[in-house]
């Protein structure tokens, strides 16, 4: 069964530090998100991707924030200049037509100390 | 503001018995909601889609149900196994292409013996 990939599992980084989550959706999906989930409390949304640029974007997703899709298959996240609060599990999904349902990753886990 | 709540907030039953998780959302426009699984540290999985015109989902033993004009769903769980320990999470998605998931706080279910 097709399944969404994440890596790394856990990422551990110093604060100030850029990281880069990797993801590689189902391939023939046309839809793709990030989420973030801190520890005890919901996911929330940060960005979607469609037709290769950003379609939404939440208040979380500022500056800092940046979304690639450099080969039609990796689909990353980074984080310029990391800060303790971006702690949180970072879930990558994908969907392909509307009305379908999106295929989560199992999680980034990123600590930042 | 588009809100997705849930109840109750944590719940503990015995195996074998039913219970239902209730879903209520101010999501404007509504284009279809999802239940998802979530095990502790793990990505959501998803148990139903349904869209506007649809009134209940079935998948195994669990059956969700959708009134979009009072904006309510539930997720009924029938004769519960100890795996199905986790979190249920009621998303609702909004916007002309169904494009971003508003995710519930979840409701946080544990089978016991």
């Known amino acids: 069964e097709p399944e969404v990939t994440q890596t790394p599992s856990h990422q551990v980084t110093q604060m100030g530090q850029e990281v880069i989550l990797r993801c590689v959706p189902i391939?023939?999906?046309?839809?793709f998100y990030w989420y973030r989930q801190i520890l005890g409390q919901k996911v929330e949304f940060l960005v979607s991707?469609?037709?290769?640029?950003?379609?939404?974007k939440s208040e979380i997703f500022d500056d800092q924030f940046s979304v690639e899709r450099p080969d039609g298959s990796n689909f990353t996240l980074k984080i310029r200049s990391t800060k303790l609060e971006d702690s949180a599990m970072y879930f990558c999904?994908?969907?392909?037509?509307?009305?379908?349902?999106?295929?989560f990753g199992q999680g980034t886990r990123l600590t930042v100390v | 503001k588009n809100q997705v709540e849930q109840s109750p907030q944590s719940l503990i039953i015995l195996e074998g018995k039913n219970c239902t998780l209730q879903?209520?959302?101010?999501?404007?426009?509504?284009?279809?909601l999802r239940w998802y699984k979530q095990d502790t540290g793990r990505g959501p999985v998803s148990l139903t889609i349904?869209?506007?015109?649809?009134n209940t989902k079935s998948n195994g033993r669990y059956t969700a149900t959708l009134d979009a004009d009072t904006k309510q769903s539930s997720l009924h769980i029938t004769a519960s196994q100890l795996s199905d320990s986790a979190s249920y999470i009621c998303?609702?998605?909004f916007g002309g292409g169904g494009n971003k998931l508003t995710f519930g706080t979840g409701t946080q279910l544990k089978v016991e013996l």
């Open positions: 391939s023939n999906h046309l839809y």
């Open positions: 879903c209520n959302y101010t999501v404007s426009p509504f284009s279809n």
């Open positions: 999904a994908s969907r392909g037509q509307r009305n379908t349902e999106a295929f």
């Open positions: 349904m869209t506007f015109s649809e």
């Open positions: 998303v609702v998605s």
């Open positions: 991707f469609y037709n290769n640029e950003i379609s939404e």
